[in-house]
């Protein structure tokens, strides 16, 4: 069944499977070892100057990733096929041959055989329920896309976790559900342009010049993408008072030194290195001389090392390219401690490399323990062990602490204002405070649902709220706008969106200074 999107904002739904295209082979050209110009001397008789796409179309033919259907012509307006989408997109990624491909419809010898291959192998693409992958089937836009943005989460380039984006397509309701966050994250990159009146087009046939376009921009984002660290996950197949031996998906090995090992969960909890054993799942990665091993039960959280140094701007720590602000705990560790020194992180959500963001994450000093954020709020998460009409008590790491009910507002994780009464002993709560007579506290009915923060607004220059790094606005009437200007207020964000700059987002935003 056909689901109408929502015109406003669309969370995320990762997707990684194919769909259609038809056509015959163009006239093949290896592509280089490295993306460079291999031809300066290329024309196409059915292509001039005129034509949108000229430039991308020569361009993609001069780098050896999109050639003509023969040495004359390159058929701009024909429809792109399933075979020639994933070829396009394996030149682009340099790829020379593939593993043995088990669709039924794909034989060995053609010119895509290895190119399908590949896009199986890495999860680019999927069959039909008839083990067959249909190369000559023509691809619709939405669904060329869904497979470009497939292509760039298996290269790095692509959005992890949650994130969202308004899409402003007039023919939105066309979109298929499948295809949301493709087509959300074509609103950011613009592999395929909307027409004169906006519409995307999303069911048409994807036409040759368009893919040409879009492999330009595929090109450039890989071409210019910072070198991926390691991070495949390896298999524990040894582990002793001396070493960790461990293996890849190829079967390769390699060994670490357990006096220089440094075990956590993939959550940011420290471990023994003794708690690790064969059989796990690992991530490592090499920090000067410290390596760190982690063991990943599930592969959610995105994990680096970095550099953090000290931000004039923000007066808090921010990574090497200034991307990334920190709140860092003042009370146990400085900044001018941690200034220049190579962190692991730990990021709960993906923050898109765009600057300034500030983002939950949680950070590991190699060796030195843990850095826990200072929010603008004061928060205390734990479980009610203690609740009368006056007061409730919550405890967290063996620590108790007393809020008055009396002027405290409370609300369940979904943003929705609930009465005290409705608490209980044993709920999971965060208390978020400025003083203890004077607290929002949110009931965790589950880990799901809204993500909260609290953070400072003020009046952007276009009437709106913005948030203090400038990334999010608000909606909210005029009165409002003023009555909130400079006040710190704590948000219910329904998606999450601090990745991305000028998103409008529907939110709750609760004045903690007044809530009561």
């Not at 689901?3 to 990762?14: D, N, R």
């Not at 394996?90 to 020379?96: F, H, Q």
């Not at 899409?167 to 066309?174: E, H, K, N, R, V």
């Not at 490399?353 to 843990?370: F, H, N, Y």
Request: a negative charge; aromatic letters at 8%.
């Amino acid at each position: 069944m056909m689901h109408k999107i929502s015109a406003s904002v669309i969370a995320l739904a990762l997707i990684a499977s194919s769909a259609g295209v038809f056509a015959d082979e163009p006239v093949l050209i290896s592509a280089p070892e490295t993306p460079e110009l291999i031809s300066s001397n290329i024309s196409f008789s059915d292509v001039d100057e005129n034509n949108e796409f000229y430039e991308d179309i020569i361009k993609s033919a001069q780098n050896g990733i999109f050639n003509g259907i023969d040495e004359e012509h390159f058929d701009p307006d024909g429809a792109v096929t399933r075979g020639m989408l994933v070829t396009v997109l394996g030149r682009t990624d340099n790829v020379k041959e593939g593993t043995k491909c088990d669709f039924s419809d794909v034989e060995e010898g053609e010119w895509y055989y290895d190119y399908v291959a590949w896009a199986k192998e890495n999860g680019i693409v999927d069959g039909f329920e008839d083990g067959t992958f249909k190369p000559s089937q023509a691809v619709s836009r939405q669904d060329a896309l869904k497979i470009i943005y497939s292509f760039c989460e298996y290269k790095g380039i692509g959005p992890v976790e949650s994130w969202a984006v308004n899409i402003p397509y007039a023919d939105l309701d066309q979109v298929a559900e499948y295809a949301s966050s493709p087509v959300m994250w074509n609103v950011i990159n613009e592999y395929m342009l909307p027409d004169a009146s906006n519409n995307l087009r999303p069911r048409d046939d994807a036409k040759r010049g368009e893919l040409a376009h879009a492999t330009n921009v595929l090109f450039d984002q890989v071409k210019n993408a910072p070198e991926k660290e390691n991070t495949a996950l390896k298999e524990i197949t040894e582990i002793n008072d001396e070493k960790i031996v461990l293996k890849d998906s190829d079967g390769q090995e390699m060994s670490v030194p357990a006096a220089d090992a440094l075990a956590y969960d993939n959550d940011g909890t420290e471990l023994k290195v003794s708690d690790l054993k064969a059989g796990d799942k690992a991530l490592v990665l090499e920090n000067g001389g410290k390596i760190a091993v982690i063991r990943s039960n599930e592969d959610k959280n995105a994990v680096a090392f970095d550099t953090f140094v000290k931000s004039d701007s923000l007066g808090d720590m921010i990574d090497s390219k200034g991307e990334l602000a920190l709140y860092i705990d003042t009370e146990k560790y400085s900044i001018e401690e941690l200034e220049g020194k190579q962190l692991l992180v730990f990021y709960n959500i993906m923050t898109m490399s765009l600057p300034p963001i500030t983002t939950p994450v949680k950070i590991v000093v190699a060796g030195e323990g843990q850095v826990s954020l200072k929010p603008v709020f004061e928060s205390v998460s734990g479980e009610i062990t203690k609740l009368d009409d006056k007061s409730l008590t919550i405890k967290a790491e063996e620590i108790e602490s007393v809020f008055d009910l009396s002027d405290s507002a409370v609300y369940d994780n979904a943003a929705e204002e609930i009465k005290a009464a409705d608490l209980k002993v044993g709920d999971s709560v965060t208390v978020y405070s400025k003083t203890e007579k004077n607290a929002a506290v949110i009931v965790k009915n589950s880990d799901e649902g809204n993500f909260t923060t609290a953070d400072k607004f003020v009046l952007a220059e276009d009437g709106k709220l913005a948030d203090s790094t400038g990334m999010l606005s608000l909606n909210v009437s005029e009165d409002d706008a003023k009555s909130l200007d400079g006040k710190e207020l704590l948000v219910f964000y329904t998606v999450t969106t601090r990745s991305i700059p000028a998103i409008t987002t529907p939110v709750k935003v609760i004045d903690l200074t007044a809530a009561n």
